[in-house]
């Protein structure tokens, strides 16, 4: 299988975005209406919201994969760390490396902006459960 490519979402990914959401939250049996996504995907694109997002391409160029990211303070560490909200690969790309390339793209951007190594994942999705150990509720990225 060909490598996946991560990109910033653009407008011509939106609907395929949409999909990929509906899909994360069906997962998790969230009700998830077209306002919050919409709702979501004006803080993805909104430079001055602390969201951000990465999406994984297949060789099509076609989103197989989504992750949502922000800042967070952590002030025991007097430091900031990465949050990963959300992360999901459609069930038909898993195993083609989308979601460890989603990973270390966000790992990429906090090294890049953040005062420390450190990604901490909301309960998604759980690529390579070994290199992921719980934190109180979360997991921390161990190594990055």
């Given amino acids: 299988m060909a490598a ?3 990109t910033r979402p653009l ?3 939106r609907a395929r ?3 990929l959401y509906a899909g994360y939250a069906a997962f998790y049996a969230v009700e998830q209406t077209p306002a919050m996504r919409e709702h979501v995907w004006g803080w993805i694109h909104d430079p001055a919201h602390e969201v951000k997002a990465f999406l994984a391409l297949d060789a099509d160029g076609r989103p197989v994969g989504l992750a949502h990211f922000r800042p967070f303070a952590r002030p025991l560490a007097a430091a900031v760390g990465g ?3 959300d992360l999901f690969v459609d069930p038909a790309a898993r195993g ?3 979601a ?3 990973i270390a793209a966000v790992a990429d951007e906090g090294r890049a902006r953040l005062e420390r190594d450190s ?3 909301g309960g998604g ?3 390579r459960p070994r290199r992921l150990r719980p934190t109180g509720g979360a997991h921390e990225m161990a190594h990055l």
């Fill in 4 to 6: 996946v490519s991560i």
């Fill in 11 to 13: 407008a011509a990914h």
């Fill in 17 to 19: 975005w949409e999909e």
């Fill in 83 to 85: 949050f990963l909200d």
């Fill in 96 to 98: 083609s490396g989308a």
């Fill in 100 to 102: 460890d390339a989603l």
């Fill in 119 to 121: 990604l901490v994942h």
């Fill in 125 to 127: 999705q759980l690529p």
